[in-house]
C-alpha cells in the first residue's frame, strides 16, 4: 500500500524559501513519476509540478515557474520541492502523490503559511 509523508512546511515571511519533503514507501519509488499538489483554504487541489520517474524531466505550473524547484532522491525514496520568494498567494496545503492520483493516496500534508 502506498503511503506518504511530507515534512518541511512552516510560517515564512514573503520573500522566504522553504524545502519540502516527501518519503514514499510501498511501492515502486523509482518507477513512479511524482508530483507535488497544494491547496488552499476553500479552493480546490492544484498541481503545481511533476518530476519523471528518473528525476531529468520536469514540469512546473506557471504561478511557480522560476520560483520552485523539483527533485528527487530515488536511493532514499525522496521527493523534494526547493521553494524560494515565497508570496501570500503559496499558502496552503502540500501534498506530494503520483500524478492524477487522488487524495485517497495522499499523504497527511505539510502546511505551508506565508505572511509578515
Known amino acids: 500500500e502506498m503511503h506518504l509523508v511530507e515534512s518541511g512546511g512552516g510560517l515564512v515571511q514573503p520573500g522566504g524559501s522553504l524545502r519540502l519533503s516527501c518519503v514514499g514507501s510501498?511501492?515502486?519509488?523509482?518507477?513512479?513519476?511524482m508530483s507535488w499538489v497544494r491547496q488552499a483554504p476553500g479552493k480546490g487541489p492544484e498541481w503545481i509540478s511533476v518530476?519523471?520517474?528518473?528525476?531529468?524531466?520536469?514540469y512546473y505550473t506557471d504561478s511557480v515557474k522560476g520560483r520552485f524547484t523539483i527533485s528527487r532522491d530515488n536511493a532514499k525514496n525522496t521527493l523534494y520541492l526547493q521553494m524560494k520568494n515565497l508570496q501570500p498567494e503559496d499558502t496552503a496545503m502540500y501534498y506530494c502523490?503520483?500524478?492524477?492520483?487522488?487524495?485517497?493516496?495522499w499523504g497527511q500534508g505539510t502546511q505551508v503559511t506565508v505572511s509578515s
Open positions: 502523490a503520483p500524478p492524477g492520483y487522488d487524495s485517497d493516496h
Open positions: 510501498g511501492f515502486a519509488f523509482g518507477s513512479q513519476d
Open positions: 518530476i519523471k520517474s528518473d528525476g531529468v524531466s520536469t
